[in-house]
Structures are given as structure tokens and as C-alpha cells.
């Protein structure tokens, strides 16, 4: 023999064996805590964009409900302005004292002196 004892060699190649099992187990150790990372990460990361999502869908209902309730309260308020130019304008027609005359006359049947009012009902 080349002065090396077999007994040697086989202990080296079993050390070496053992070596190489270990760097194996380790490395798969190490791949199953790597996969498991990133499955947690993973799931952290879909739960925080489900909470986004919800708050940003949450945010946009609000928003089309606030735009529907001014879009409501501007036509309220053209028909406020609209009715109260209306009363304006027949407060000043109020103070005519020829429209009160005609009002008068119309509605309530009076007459101006000297003069006859003739009532026919509808149903004749």
C-alpha cells in the first residue's frame, strides 16, 4: 500500500459522507424555513391589500353618496330660489293697487260701484 492505512481512508469518506448529509439536511432546513417566510409573507401581503381594497371601495361608496347628496341639495336649492323669486315677485305685484282692483274682482266676485256681476256655475 501506498502507506496509508484503508482504516483511515474509510473513516475520512465516512466523515466526509456525514458531512455531506448534514449540508444536505441543513440546506433543505433552510429551503422548508424559506417557503414558509414567504407563505407568511405572502398571506400578510394579500391581508394588508384586502384591507386596502375594502378601505378604498369603503371610500369610493362614501364619496358617490356625498356626490348624489349635493347633486340633490343643488336642485333643492334652484327650486328654493326659483319659488322665492316667485313670492318676490308677488310681493311687488301686491303693492299695486290695480292688481289688488283685478285680484279682487276675480276672486272674490266684488264689483266696482255701479256695476252688475253675473255668476253662471259650471254646470249650466
Do not use: C, W
Not at 483511515?8 to 440546506?27: G, P, S, V
Not at 362614501?62 to 348624489?68: A, G, K, P
Amino acid at each position: 500500500m501506498n502507506g496509508r492505512n484503508p482504516m483511515d481512508r474509510q473513516r475520512r469518506i465516512r466523515a466526509l459522507d456525514e458531512r455531506r448529509e448534514q449540508l444536505e439536511k441543513d440546506t433543505h432546513r433552510r429551503r422548508v424555513h424559506l417557503r414558509r417566510r414567504l407563505a407568511a409573507a405572502s398571506l400578510l401581503f394579500l391581508f394588508v391589500m384586502v384591507l386596502i381594497g375594502q378601505s378604498y371601495f369603503s371610500k369610493v361608496g362614501y364619496v358617490s353618496d356625498q356626490q348624489q347628496a349635493y347633486a340633490q341639495a343643488k336642485v333643492e336649492l334652484r327650486e328654493q330660489q326659483a319659488e322665492q323669486d316667485e313670492l318676490k315677485e308677488q310681493v311687488e305685484r301686491l303693492q299695486d293697487e290695480d292688481y289688488i282692483a283685478n285680484l279682487a274682482r276675480n276672486e272674490l266676485l266684488f264689483s266696482k260701484d255701479g256695476e252688475i256681476i253675473f255668476y253662471f256655475s259650471p254646470e249650466e
